[in-house]
């Protein structure tokens, strides 16, 4: 099944913005253009999570029509559960949500499409036709996200911020500002001390619905795998799920989240780390194909690891998990796009 196509929505004045003050992209001059472009009712530039969460408490309680947020994916994952949770105990509909490309991997706004932030704000403001597409949610832990990992991936975001924290305030850092600096957080960090630990064994259930593996094509192969299958169990270097193809930077680690409603893609890798690096390109341009990846689309599942695994979700590291169950919620989130066309999957 395809995705869904755009649904025709007409800009009008409902609408707030909320910007993460602290995103690397939002410098003073941006704030300035921000505000000579933006009504000063309709501008919310917060610099701390009580902040943020006080202004989405006001707008699910004024009934916002759209919502846009500003940050990175991190923040823009934040600033929809903050909505929920606040829509939820304002008995309001959870706003459209328009993601302002503020951040640094900007997963999100590169699957919707988005432009610079200023454009994108400005066409709205013009009524320029705009479609908004639906996006399912994992959530655990009371938390939604669209993609996020257990394993060497959280462990390579781990490394970097180690790196961050360390060195940031050097001259020398903004070299290794985003990609630069992930690769050397991976080949100095993640790589010496994955090489030197034996590889996590994984068991991963079936709660939800049938279950089904993913063929090269991204088709459903073999039989229904049904509720309380075991979906999977041996040894596993990263378990990932997805209901957008992309991580951070262009990096599509789920080239198929979005063929099956209702499903999200389950990525379970079992390659050592030099491996992971050598299957790097297939795994950017979403061809990864190997006898020790497994795709499948599920519903809900509970992952076990033998041993603590760091965890990141929406691209933002969440410290160490052993268990967690994983499940696709049952409403979508409305996200705001300019494409014409639905976001590409694979």
């Not at 706004?109 to 932030?117: E, Y």
């Amino acid at each position: 099944m395809e995705p869904q196509e755009p649904r025709p929505t007409v800009p009008d004045d409902n609408f707030a913005v909320i910007v993460n003050a602290n995103a690397g992209r939002v410098t003073p001059r941006v704030a300035r253009s921000l505000q000579a472009l933006v009504p000063a009712d309709k501008l919310h530039l917060t610099r701390s999570p009580e902040q943020a969460d006080a202004v989405l408490r006001s707008l699910a309680a004024t009934r916002v029509g759209t919502v846009f947020a500003g940050g990175g994916d991190g923040t823009i994952v934040g600033i929809i559960n903050g909505l929920v949770r606040h829509a939820t105990e304002e008995g309001a509909d959870l706003p459209r949500i328009g993601v302002l490309s503020m951040g640094t991997g900007n997963a999100l706004a590169r699957w919707l499409g988005c432009g610079p932030p200023l454009d994108d704000l400005q066409a709205w403001l013009r009524r320029e036709p705009h479609g908004t597409v639906p996006m399912s949610m994992i959530e655990t832990e009371g938390s939604r996200f669209p993609f996020g990992g257990l394993g060497q991936d959280a462990a390579v975001l781990n490394d970097y911020n180690h790196l961050k924290s360390r060195y940031g305030g050097r001259p020398w850092w903004r070299f290794f500002k985003g990609v630069p600096g992930y690769f050397a957080a991976a080949l100095l960090r993640t790589v010496p001390t994955w090489l030197g630990r034996p590889t996590p064994v994984v068991t991963i259930t079936n709660l939800g619905q049938s279950a089904h593996r993913i063929g090269p094509d991204g088709a459903p192969v073999g039989p229904p795998l049904p509720t309380g299958a075991t979906l999977y169990r041996g040894p596993c270097s990263m378990v990932g799920v997805g209901t957008t193809p992309l991580y951070g930077y262009g990096l599509r680690m789920f080239p198929h989240a979005t063929r099956l409603p209702g499903r999200c893609q389950l990525r379970v890798i079992n390659l050592g780390p030099i491996e992971a690096l050598l299957q790097l390109k297939a795994c950017w341009d979403g061809t990864l194909v190997h006898p020790r990846v497994h795709d499948l689309y599920v519903e809900r599942v509970r992952v076990v690891f033998d041993t603590a695994m760091p965890w990141q979700l929406g691209g933002e590291a969440q410290g160490y998990r052993r268990e967690l169950t994983l499940a696709v919620t049952r409403a979508p989130v409305q996200m705001l796009t300019r494409r014409r066309t639905a976001p590409p999957t694979d």
